[in-house]
């Protein structure tokens, strides 16, 4: 009873304080978006919030991207008024040109799942951090990281073959697991220089990947305060005062995720006390660890040695390591299920896949750098599956003044008028559409809804040429762009195609007979229906004949 209570008056207060919030916006904030063709809200309180956001929201977003166009009005909880585009101009102001009058919404929430790494600072401190860790993801060090990233994938090979020593017939795998199992620790010796996983099965499972999936499935359930609650409850009280108050509420979800950060942090210090031990220890101590002082960690920590004006402090980097490990681990692992699931359903293109694998293979020799970042069947199908089914779907950003944002796509307004840039006061939410910038028709042509390797094989469109889009790779939205892109792209790519290039050279997937259902969670997520609260996606695996 005193739970319920708590949460009730917990509840009541977040929706006062977002109707206090909406109604202290200038008064023209309403008129200067309400013109803005638009879905109709739900109700005045739901407005179109829940449609948008909640895990099964595909349909509500390709809705937006067939009837209304780039730049549309999306009601938001009590009549906020917001915006959501995928206009190539509007992106490039919001994201480049003028990135710093827009705040990230979840850049409160990121300090306080992460620390002071790279998503949860802003300003001189997040450029000073970007310096000092772009030598770390250059092409190449990418180069000398492949040997690594090799030794992970034997690692997997092995731990999957054992599946059929005693019966070589197929057999339903669980290859989510699979897939974080191996990103996890392929950011670990290449980004840490710390194993955390065998691979050799099941058994030896570290529990890491599951506590990240349990973090992203509950942040998801918290959807409502980790948007309007959280910004304003981080700025009150000391860092302790917060702690004691999570502590105090008798609120499951938030002692969930209080115990999982913990166990991040813990975890990172752990490996950094390991790696300032070697460091001090000598060279030879820092040979002699998993990254052989080549992994990210090891290179940072000793330009962190010297005196230089990108050196970081110890919280620093240790927020640096619990956001590498989140950042590498959840995405990549739901891109390469999403490429098997899809190479499961088209054995025509698995079949292509692997010929091209197999000849760069050379019987069983790993593929060298240069040869496997060059081959163009590999490439296209991890491009066409990074624009169909980004893993992250949209960037917020906070208006932090009264601003004009220029649209290359002109749209007509309610009123009939053509709308050549709209006015965003201060305050307003803006939701740059990740999803339906890698699927406009108008840019990617009528089949941009369908998953099409080949497209990526021959010249890309004019239209899409022209239009600019902001984006760091290829034309998509899919890594973000300008100051906040994702730094780690390319790890991000070459982990996928050094995966690949072994599974399916060894190993053919069709589809379970369970249905799959893909998630839109903080990041996209496969389940199974009926059981939509656990993350996984099984698929029957065979060996391919040698």
Known sequence: MVSNLVLIIIGLASVLWIYLVNRRKPLHH????????????????????????????????????????????????????QLITYDPKAMHHVLVKDQALYERQSLEFARLIFGKGLTGITGEAHRKQRRALNPVFSIAHMKDMLPIFYDVVHKLERGMSRKFESENKPQEIEMLLWMSRTALELVGQAGLGY????LEDDATAHPYPGILKQLITTLGQ???????????????????????????????????????????????????????????????????????GKDIMSILMRMNTEENENKMEEDEVLGQMSTLVFAAMDTTSSALARVLDLLSTRPDVQAKLRQEILQARKGNEDIPYDVLVSLPYLDAICRETLR???????????????????????????????????????????????????????????????????????????????????????????????????????????????????????????????????????????????????????????????
């Open 388 to 546: 169909l089914y980004p893993p992250v779907l949209n960037v917020v950003r906070i208006a932090k003044q009264d601003t004009i944002l220029p649209l290359s796509n002109p749209v007509t307004g309610i009123d009939g008028t053509p709308i050549f840039e709209v006015h965003v006061p201060k305050g307003s939410t803006i939701m740059i559409s990740v999803l339906n910038s890698n699927r406009n028709p108008a840019i990617w042509g009528p089949d941009s809804l369908e998953w099409k390797p080949e497209r990526w094989l021959s010249p890309l469109p004019n239209d899409l040429i022209e239009a600019h889009i902001p984006g760091v790779y290829s034309h998509l939205m899919t890594f973000n762009a300008g100051g906040r892109s994702c730094i780690g792209f390319k790890f991000s790519q070459l982990e996928m195609k050094a995966v690949l290039s072994m599974l399916i050279a060894k190993f053919n997937f069709t589809p379970s007979d369970k249905s799959v259902f893909w998630q839109m969670n903080l990041i996209a997520t496969p389940s199974v229906q009926g059981n939509e609260r656990m993350s996984q996606m099984p698929l029957v695996v065979s060996k391919v004949e040698e």
């Open 30 to 81: 309403h008129n200067s978006l309400a013109n803005l063709p638009g879905p109709e809200a739900q109700s005045w309180l739901k407005g179109n919030f829940i449609q948008a956001l909640n895990p099964k929201a595909w349909g509500f977003h390709l809705r937006l991207l067939q009837e209304f166009g780039p730049t549309v009005r999306h009601d938001g909880l009590m009549g906020d008024k």
């Open 195 to 198: 194993s955390f996983d065998s």
């Open 222 to 292: 918290m959807w409502i305060i980790r948007t309007y609650v959280l910004p304003w409850a981080s700025k009150i009280g000391t860092p302790g005062f917060q702690r004691w108050f999570v502590n105090t509420l008798p609120w499951k979800n938030g002692h969930h995720v209080r115990d999982m950060v913990d166990y991040m942090w813990e975890v990172s210090k752990e490996i950094y006390e390991g790696k300032m031990k070697a460091l001090a220890e000598g060279d030879e101590a820092v040979a002699r660890q998993v990254g052989k």
